[in-house]
Structure formats: structure tokens, C-alpha cells
């Protein structure tokens, strides 16, 4: 049963935008984080962007000034915006969840470097940024 659904990944040319939303389907309320990966061909998937239930983010230093991520928790949706994409941006995206980690009455979430953390994933949505 498919959970984490993406979509709005393209083609474009270099210099435009898309933006990728990650639909949860998941039959749960309870706190969860969320972030975007991407994988390009031959090489290690990477954290792109995380967020964090307060509405905090993260980005990779390579996308940070360009991508947005955010949250619209009514819709259960998690979008990434990616303005002046460049062809070294093309990959599959894919979004995941973690559960957020607790000690001394504190809560947080992995980083998106910890990808390992996060254990729900989505089938991926791919991008292709051309010159």
C-alpha cells in the first residue's frame, strides 16, 4: 500500500521551476518529519530539504536560495519549490518520513543528511533540468 505519493516532477530547461508535492496517505495524526532526497544516476541518494513540525527547515548547501520546502498539514501535503534549476539538479526526487527523536522532553527531527532515519519512502518523481 503506496503511502507517500509524489508528483510534479518534468522536463525544463535550465534557469526554470517546478515544484514537487509528496501527498501522505498514511491513517495517522501522529508527528511525523518529512523531507526530500534525490538520487541521480550512479550516484548516493542526498538530502535536498527537511522541515520540521514548527515549520523549520533545512537545506542542502547546492540548492539552498533556490528550493523551498514546505507543508500544508491540513492537506497532508509536502511540497518542495525549486526555482533556477540547473542540469546538475536532475535526479529523482523522492520525499520520506521519520519519526522525530525525543530526549530530555525535546522532539526533532533528523537531519536529511540522516537519511537513514527516515523509513517511509515514496516511489520518486524525476526531474530533468536541460541546457
Known amino acids: 500500500q503506496v503511502q507517500l505519493v509524489e508528483s510534479g516532477g518534468g522536463s525544463v530547461q535550465a534557469g526554470g521551476s517546478l515544484r514537487l508535492s509528496c501527498v501522505d496517505s498514511r491513517n495517522t495524526g501522529r508527528t511525523i518529519c518529512m523531507a526530500w532526497f534525490r538520487q541521480a544516476p550512479g550516484k548516493e541518494r542526498e538530502g535536498v530539504a527537511g522541515i520540521e513540525s514548527d515549520g523549520s527547515t533545512t537545506y542542502a548547501d547546492s540548492v539552498k536560495g533556490r528550493f523551498t520546502i514546505s507543508q500544508d498539514n491540513a492537506k497532508r501535503t509536502l511540497y518542495l519549490q525549486m526555482n533556477s534549476l540547473k542540469p546538475e539538479d536532475t535526479a529523482m526526487y523522492y520525499c520520506?518520513?521519520?519519526?522525530?527523536?525525543?530526549?530530555?522532553?525535546?522532539?526533532?527531527?533528523?537531519?536529511?543528511?540522516?537519511?537513514?532515519?527516515?523509513?517511509?519512502w515514496g516511489q520518486g518523481t524525476q526531474v530533468t533540468v536541460s541546457t
Open positions: 520520506a518520513a521519520a519519526p522525530p527523536r525525543h530526549a530530555g522532553g525535546a522532539a526533532w527531527c533528523p537531519a536529511p543528511e540522516e537519511k537513514e532515519e527516515y523509513i517511509l
